[in-house]
């Protein structure tokens, strides 16, 4: 295993369960002291309990991310414990499939504020320390439907496409304070979540078979291969990569 982040502070949000959790064990792995934002207090406790079992250094921050004073009070207790945060992975997110006639306002707001805002509120309390430090790494998660779309999911990949977009200005904006900003765009993975899109998706008439996602994607997704993507992303292996989206999806927007 790499030591890539040695010394380094790692904020996950989102890293409960699934690619967070992967991403976040990975870091400590690799050297990082990592602290968890998430809303899911046992899967967040278990998560940190891993790493804790293995030496790793960790904070578990309840977190309500599309609450900007949650997000704020636990950056807080991050910079009190540790003084500096090198990284940010913002990957927490939901989905929503319903048909867009019924898409409600609220689904859409939810939407926004778990996706999208997160990242404002994570982004905007972490930048200035980063600043501050002469630089840092920030990735987002987006997805393959925020660059091509999904029936059935039109907030969602409406607002993947903003976590794309957002990824790129940051990056023009930071570029000169010595900050990157990049983003992973998966397709479908080994996930509760990816397993819950899946069963709706077929629910409501979608083909979302094993052949299908085979015939899409070659196979399925694991979150230990986005999580290898994201560490890439956000180590100095990829110092002059910035503003980018690194498709994980084993050749499935290639075919589009």
């Not at 976040?24 to 278990?46: S, Y």
């Not at 015939?215 to 694991?222: F, P, S, T, V």
Request: aromatic share 6%; charged share 20%; hydrophobic share 45%.
């Amino acid at each position: 295993m790499m030591d890539r982040f040695a010394g380094q502070v790692v904020v996950v949000s989102g890293g409960a369960d699934g690619c967070g959790a992967a991403a976040a064990l990975r870091f400590a792995a690799e050297g990082a002291k990592v602290a968890i934002l998430d809303v899911n207090e046992v899967k967040g406790k278990e998560t940190a309990a891993r790493i804790r079992a293995t030496g790793g250094e960790v904070i578990f921050a309840r977190t309500d991310v599309s609450l900007g004073a949650d997000v704020h009070a636990s950056i807080k207790s991050v910079i009190s414990a540790w003084g500096r945060i090198d990284v940010l992975f913002n990957h927490a997110g939901k989905v929503i499939v319903k048909p867009f006639l019924d898409t409600t306002e609220a689904d859409w707001n939810r939407m926004m504020a778990v996706n999208v805002n997160s990242m404002l509120h994570t982004s905007q309390a972490i930048l200035p320390h980063m600043i501050k430090a002469g630089g840092g790494a920030i990735v987002n998660t987006t997805s393959i439907s925020g660059l091509t779309a999904s029936a059935l999911e039109a907030a969602y990949c409406t607002s993947k496409g903003a976590c794309i977009q957002l990824t790129r200005a940051i990056a023009v904006e930071f570029r000169d304070k010595g900050i990157r900003c990049n983003s992973v765009a998966p397709a479908l993975i080994r996930t509760a979540h990816g397993t819950r899109e899946a069963e709706e998706l077929i629910a409501l008439g979608q083909d979302w078979s094993d052949e299908d996602v085979a015939r899409m994607q070659g196979r399925i997704c694991e979150p230990e291969e986005v999580a290898a993507a994201v560490l890439f992303l956000a180590s100095d292996d990829a110092s002059f990569i910035n503003g980018e989206t690194l498709m994980v999806d084993n050749g499935q927007f290639s075919m589009t």
